[in-house]
């Protein structure tokens, strides 16, 4: 007589393929979150509104360049607010710490 408690071989491999099927379907869920989420920083190539740069000063807090319609805009965000630092006129293909030098030095 068999025992019970014994798994056989094709039961030991039907629980690791369940396994392996509930782990895989848990990493394909956080996968389509997290490129959910992560899409605002895809900028598409024919949109008006793009996105340049962001650069995380803070947990909360960031500085992001937007390009809309040919002009730069460098924007303060934080987690109540997003301000206006400067406008810039023409996009220039200068690096972001360029850019936020230029715009300061015209704020004062």
């Known amino acids: 007589m068999l025992e019970s408690t014994n798994p056989t071989l094709l039961s030991a491999s039907l629980r690791m393929i369940w396994g392996l099927l509930i782990v895989s379907g848990v990493l394909l869920v956080i ?11 895809k900028s598409n190539s024919k949109s008006r509104i793009q996105i340049r740069e962001i650069r995380h000063l803070m947990p909360k807090k960031s500085l992001c360049l ?6 730069e805009f460098l924007l303060g965000l934080g987690t109540e ?12 293909q200068n690096s972001f710490q360029e850019n936020l030098t230029a715009a300061t030095h015209n704020k004062q």
């Open 31 to 41: 996968y389509g979150l997290m490129r959910k989420r992560l899409s605002f920083a």
């Open 81 to 92: 607010n997003i301000s206006l630092i400067a406008t810039l006129d023409t996009p220039e």
């Open 66 to 71: 937007v390009e809309v319609g040919g002009k």
